[in-house]
Nanobody, 124 residues
Framework: QVQPVESGGGLVQAGGSLRLSCVAS????????MGWFRQAPEKEREFVAA????????YYADSVKGRFTISRDNAKNTVYLQMNSLKTEDTAVYYC?????????????????WGQGTQVTVSS
């Protein structure tokens, strides 16, 4: 079993930045990809960004392109989400997840392991 653990959330003013981290602790394995999702109150969980582990191919939701950057440290089994130019609309609980086998990284159903989430609140 793999347990992703997120950190780095907090309160920030609009236009500011935050950097989220996620460590996928547990068994020794090479995931196909790791990704970030977010969920605002009373809304469904939505895809934010993902990165494949071997080649570092990145994927982004249109709403965050140009503002967010996903990266990974393979040796540390860690994925990062650098969030710049934050907007109030980015306020949500952010979840880190792991795809064990290949599949669409934009679909929540394809992820095998999920973290507990970290709150990001952007104020105006």
């Amino acid at each position: 079993q793999v347990q992703p653990v997120e950190s780095g959330g907090g309160l920030v003013q609009a236009g500011g930045s935050l950097r989220l981290s996620c460590v996928a602790s547990g068994g020794t394995f090479t995931p196909y990809a790791m990704g970030w999702f977010r969920q605002a109150p009373e809304k469904e969980r939505e895809f934010v960004a993902a990165i494949t582990w071997s080649r570092g191919t990145t994927y982004y939701a249109d709403s965050v392109k140009g503002r967010f950057t996903i990266s990974r440290d393979n040796a540390k089994n860690t994925v990062y989400l650098q969030m710049n130019s934050l907007k109030t609309e980015d306020t949500a609980v952010y979840y880190c997840a792991v795809v064990k086998d290949w599949g669409s990284v934009r679909a929540t159903s394809n992820y095998d392991y999920w973290g507990q989430g970290t709150q990001v609140t952007v104020s105006s």
